[in-house]
């Protein structure tokens, strides 16, 4: 099969969640004996050259198209006053990656068109709007990495500023109208956690809606014997510009560490994530080291001891769970943040919500009476058994299969805009 990925930035290097889960199903389908073409907007934020994917061999065509999609307080309130179109998403609306996407599918034959979430969804219209006298339109897959709207919703939901509050909320307002409209669109959407499944069907989205989870790339995962965790440390890592990392972070430091540190002042807490804000990277926190970017995420978790995930909002998966339990780290992580994932609490992860819970274990941990060991090891089998990258394709290329059946007489190509 020849599958057309479109992805709102290059997804490459895999260093954060987003990047991962793309990157690991393009690589993944070319292994499996598959064409992909990955036209990709290449943002200055993750700007990448035109040979960025050439070690996947010839049968992965990187196709780029620039576009600015910086952050701007001008744009931001001119969108926020004059458009109806929620901000994070109109960033990514470009009438030239209309035209190239346009110019693919009229000049090669693709047999599925993916695309890589929210943010590119609106490139479903474009292609529902054409008359198709030059072209078929292949069947549009989404692969709904977020349901975007929820999590501006709980993040506006706990916001104390009124201001900042009332821009989340019409943020979330606009997000949800925006995926209530276009992710109606699509033939598939392959969502990455039941329970986002769940929610999109609230949104009466088109069956099928299959989920299929974030794989992990075993090979690239293999842990290090070479690598020792530093004795009585802790650690987290994860994109510190996404809110809500950057809210977890500010809840541990706030809500839970004061506490935690005063009794056992020994212990460090170590923090890496790309694009760190100034007020983290300049924290002043006792035994609080803020790493910034690290090369080699995997090297950083098997260098540190307990893993942990202070997730308040977001959906989705959390990759990075999935990349900790591969090379067999112990995770404390709230309820949220483990969302989606096929772990036990106690098993082969430890889940907890509430800063009173979270203190209570770390005590627990700090006097070593938690078998940090047997844990990681229960979640690196979890990793094996059910998230290996491999098995992840090819319920992708089960869905590819199914779409391209003969549709029974009568049967519309793309449902219609609400």
């Known amino acids: 099969m020849h599958i057309l990925q479109l992805c709102p930035r290059v997804?490459?290097?895999?260093?954060?969640?987003?990047?991962?889960?793309?990157?690991?199903?393009?690589?993944?389908?070319?292994?499996a004996g598959h064409r992909v073409t990955l036209l990709a907007i290449n943002t200055p934020k993750h700007r990448q050259p035109a040979d960025a994917l050439a070690h996947l061999g010839p049968s992965l065509r990187l196709v780029l198209v620039d576009v600015n999609t910086d952050l701007s307080p001008v744009k931001a309130l001119k969108n926020l006053l004059f458009s109806r179109q929620p901000?994070?998403?109109?960033?990514?609306?470009?009438?030239?990656?209309?035209e190239k996407l346009l110019e693919i599918l009229r000049t090669d034959k693709v047999d599925v068109v993916q695309l890589e979430g929210t943010f590119v969804a609106w490139y479903?219209?474009?292609?529902?709007?054409?008359?198709?006298?030059?072209f078929r339109v292949p069947p549009l897959v989404l692969r709904a990495h977020n349901v975007e709207y929820t999590i501006w919703q709980m993040l506006a939901g706990r916001e104390t500023n009124p201001l900042k509050r009332r821009f989340l909320k019409t943020m979330a307002d606009?997000?949800?109208?925006?995926?209530?409209?276009?992710?109606?669109?699509?033939?598939?959407?392959?969502?990455?956690?039941?329970?986002?499944?769940?929610?999109?069907?609230?949104?009466?989205?088109?069956?099928p809606i299959v989920f299929i989870p974030a794989g992990a790339d075993l090979a690239r995962l293999q842990a290090n014997p070479a690598l020792a965790p530093q004795p009585r440390t802790l650690f987290m890592i994860g994109s510190l510009d996404w809110l809500p990392n950057q809210e977890g972070v500010e809840w541990l430091l706030r809500e839970v560490w004061p506490a935690f540190h005063a009794e056992f002042p020994d212990v460090e807490l170590h923090i890496a994530g790309r694009n760190a804000p100034a007020h983290l990277l300049n924290l002043k926190a006792d035994n609080v080291i803020v790493h910034g970017f690290v090369e080699s995420a995997p090297a950083f978790m098997q260098e540190h001891g307990l893993m942990l995930v202070p997730l308040l909002s977001g959906g989705g998966m959390r990759v990075k769970i999935i990349e900790g339990m591969a090379v067999g780290k112990a995770i404390l992580s709230t309820r949220l943040g483990a969302e989606g994932i096929a772990v036990r609490d106690g098993h082969d992860i430890i889940v907890r919500d509430s800063p009173a819970e979270w203190l209570a274990f770390l005590r627990t941990w700090?006097?070593?009476?938690?078998p940090v060991q047997e844990i990681g090891a229960n979640a690196a089998h979890t990793a094996t058994e059910v998230y290996d990258n491999r098995r992840v394709v090819q319920r992708f290329v089960d869905l590819y299969e199914q779409l391209l059946l003969p549709a029974p007489?009568?049967?519309?190509?793309?449902?219609?805009p609400a």
Do not use: W
Request: glycine share 8%; net charge negative; hydrophobic share 40%.
């Open 11 to 31: 997804p490459y290097p895999p260093h954060d969640g987003g990047a991962i889960a793309m990157y690991d199903v393009a690589a993944g389908l070319v292994r």
């Open 87 to 98: 901000y994070n998403v109109e960033r990514f609306m470009s009438t030239a990656v209309g």
């Open 124 to 134: 479903a219209e474009l292609l529902g709007r054409q008359h198709r006298q030059d």
């Open 174 to 207: 606009r997000l949800e109208k925006f995926e209530r409209r276009h992710l109606r669109q699509f033939d598939a959407i392959a969502a990455i956690t039941e329970a986002d499944a769940d929610r999109l069907r609230a949104l009466h989205c088109p069956e």
């Open 366 to 370: 700090a006097r070593g009476e938690v």
């Open 409 to 416: 007489a009568g049967t519309p190509a793309h449902s219609s």
